[in-house]
């Protein structure tokens, strides 16, 4: 009876451990709005295998962090402004490395060129 309780234990303590692990080696993305309008129908494609991760953002809101299965420090992003749908699309990933399990950030800003409003992403270590 001992043995079997005593193996009962070790199997819940050794899936408790690989949970806590397999958390630690997530990668993580959140997007935060560092412009001064409100960003909706927020569209992010991290690579071409990855999820999509679609929201709204508020002037200076931060998204929660989601986790993702692989990302670029550059990614695939649409987002509505004022109606207008913008677009940033990076021209290639050649020479990028794909980010590491952790805590990532993307920051989204909406720029102003004669007129002509367009969307940029910078990417930030946590």
Do not use: W
């Not at 993580?28 to 690579?47: A, P």
């Not at 952790?102 to 720029?111: A, P, R, V």
């Amino acid at each position: 009876m001992k043995t079997i309780l005593s193996m009962a234990l070790a199997v819940v303590l050794l899936g408790s451990s690989a949970c806590k692990k397999d958390k630690e080696d997530q990668l993580l993305i959140r997007l935060v709005n560092t412009s001064i309008y409100q960003m909706d129908n927020v569209l992010v494609q991290t690579s071409a295998s990855s999820s999509h991760l679609i929201l709204s953002l508020k002037p200076g809101e931060s998204s929660e962090f989601k986790v993702f299965r692989s990302a670029y420090p550059n990614a695939y992003l649409e987002v509505t402004v004022n109606g207008e749908k913008l677009v940033h699309q990076p021209i290639d990933y050649v020479g990028s490395s794909l980010l590491k399990s952790g805590k990532h950030s993307y920051l989204l800003d909406i720029q102003d060129f004669n007129g002509m409003p367009n969307v940029s992403l910078t990417y930030r270590n946590f």
